[in-house]
């Protein structure tokens, strides 16, 4: 089991960058697939990105994609979400996510932990 927390959420002008953290607590993190998802008011939580636990394969959903950096730091225990250029849609509370599936997957349900969010807004 793991527990996370998320951090680095905030308030910044389209075009700015935030960089999210996840902690984790547990012993076993470098085994866990982690993902990052968003949701906005009014709509269902999505995928952003994902990061398989071996570290040798990154998704982004395609909004993100050559704005936003999913990495990990095992030693630290703490994945990170880096995002640049950020636009008024990017609003939203981004929740992080870990699972054993040993492939990446963008469906929530095969992510059993979760975090209490962050909020990032980004005013346009």
């Known amino acids: 089991q793991v527990q996370l927390i998320e951090s680095g959420g905030g308030l910044v002008q389209a075009g700015g960058s935030l960089r999210l953290s996840c902690a984790a607590a547990?012993?076993?993190?470098?085994?866990?697939?982690m993902s990052w998802f968003r949701q906005a008011p009014g709509k269902e939580r999505e995928f952003v990105a994902a990061?398989?636990?071996?570290?040798?394969?990154?998704s982004y959903t395609d909004s993100v994609k050559g704005r936003f950096t999913i990495s990990r730091d095992n030693a630290k225990n703490t994945m990170y979400l880096q995002m640049n250029s950020l636009k008024f849609e990017d609003t939203a509370v981004y929740y992080c996510?870990?699972?054993?599936?040993?492939?990446?997957?963008?469906?929530?349900?095969?992510?059993?932990?979760w975090g209490q969010g962050t909020q990032v807004t980004v005013s346009s």
């Open positions: 996510a870990a699972g054993t599936y040993m492939e990446i997957t963008t469906l929530p349900r095969y992510y059993p932990y």
């Open positions: 547990g012993r076993t993190f470098s085994t866990y697939t």
């Open positions: 990061l398989l636990w071996s570290g040798t394969m990154t």
